[in-house]
T-cell receptor, first 116, second 113 residues
């Protein structure tokens, strides 16, 4: 079955550490996205990538970094510069950036990151 | 500034009745709207969408209405079932843009048996 896999499901980070969240898709989608969900707020865009080796900052990119070396993979690194990293992180993909409007996104099941 | 707003954080309805979830937007460039459903600890799943050239789209028990002049859309679920209990997100996009979906803050729907 095609889909998006996020790992790990739960992640604990100590203050000052960098952590990387994995996102892999086998849907042959060109576009991939990272969102953050906080209680009482909508999904806020962190980074997005329309194509391999290209990515753009979203609304809340500070303290995060990404790479897109392969079409299937779009890992997100939460760096120590991110002041409030505790949140639920969602990865998504769409056929292409136009397809995101016409077909919506396919989301992964999310990673809950907690700073301890 | 929130461009997509869901002003009701929660809604409770009786099983079998109609659920109406509302969404307002401020960006007149938005021309495509979607609803997503999310269960706890899972990713959102696409439910239904509507283009700005339409004012209604129906899919089984789910109907989305769009009022462009009021910049308002609503999702109707008839009849509501306990399995519909979830958080519903409204999202909007500019289809010609290379950007992406803008989401509302979500409404928790609880369908009471």
């Amino acid at each position: 079955d095609g889909g998006i896999t996020q790992s790990p499901k739960y992640l604990f980070r100590k203050e000052g550490q960098n952590v990387t969240l994995s996102c892999e898709q086998n849907l042959n989608h060109d576009a991939m996205y990272w969102y953050r969900q906080d209680p009482g707020q909508g999904l806020r865009l962190i980074y997005y990538s329309q194509i391999v080796n290209d990515f753009q900052k979203g609304d809340i990119a500070e303290g995060y970094s990404v790479s897109r070396e392969k079409k299937e993979s779009f890992p997100l690194t939460v760096t120590s510069a991110q002041k409030n990293p505790t949140a639920f992180y969602l990865c998504a993909s769409s056929i292409d950036f136009q397809g995101s409007a016409n077909y919506g996104y396919t989301f992964g099941s999310g990673t809950r990151l907690t700073v301890v | 500034d929130q461009q997509v707003k869901q002003n009701s954080p929660s809604l409770s309805v009786q099983e079998g009745r109609i659920s109406i979830l509302n969404c307002d937007y401020t960006n007149s460039m938005f021309d495509y709207f979607l609803w997503y459903k999310k269960y706890p600890a899972e990713g959102p799943t696409f439910l239904i969408s509507i283009s700005s050239i339409k004012d209604k789209n129906e899919d089984g028990r789910f109907t989305v209405f769009l009022n462009k002049s009021a910049k308002h859309l609503s999702l109707h679920i008839v009849p509501s079932q306990p399995g519909d209990s979830a958080v519903y997100f409204c999202a909007a996009s500019v289809s010609s843009s290379a950007r992406q979906l803008t989401f509302g803050s979500g409404t928790q729907l609880t369908v009471l048996p």
